[in-house]
């Protein structure tokens, strides 16, 4: 049998295409990229903690200022002055080793007042400062 020139020849593809194993190797990917963080923080405290009969839970030390509206200061619930603030908050740390100062003064105080109650507060080795605010009413806010 002679074939003639007109009929073709079939020709075979020796290569492989790897668009779609390349497509599917980044969805994959992507997903444990996205599903890794996670896994890691599920699985790193699974913690058997001890039973105690008394136990309380662990508050971190603290040391609180109250500034009232006719600007009166309480730290820890002690009667202070702004004149014997840093000696009084010296004294908690020391006492305490509070590295969180809570500040709740009312909201008609002087906000020079709380930064100067901050700034004396960061200058005994007070490192973080938390300002006391209460719960607002959610109302909707209309915007222009």
């Known amino acids: 049998m002679i074939r003639s020139k007109s009929s073709r020849q079939v020709k ?16 994959l990917l ?3 990229m996205v599903t890794a963080p996670e896994m890691v923080r599920e699985s790193q405290f699974h913690l058997s903690l001890p039973k105690a009969a008394t136990a309380e839970a662990a508050m ?6 109250r500034i009232t509206p006719e600007q009166q200061v309480f730290v820890n619930n002690s009667e202070s002055s702004f004149a014997s ?11 305490t080793k ?8 009312d909201e008609t105080v002087p906000y020079r007042l709380v930064i100067e109650t901050i700034d004396i507060a960061r200058s005994e080795g ?9 719960k607002q009413e959610t109302t909707p806010v209309r915007l222009p």
């Open 98 to 105: 509070a590295r969180l100062l809570v500040v709740k003064a």
């Open 12 to 27: 075979f593809i020796s290569d492989i295409n790897i668009t779609p194993f390349t497509d599917v190797c980044l969805v």
């Open 85 to 95: 603030l840093r000696e009084d908050i010296r004294k908690v740390h020391e006492e």
């Open 126 to 134: 007070v490192d973080q400062i938390g300002l006391a605010t209460r």
């Open 60 to 65: 971190p030390a603290s040391v609180t200022v």
């Open 30 to 32: 992507i997903i444990f």
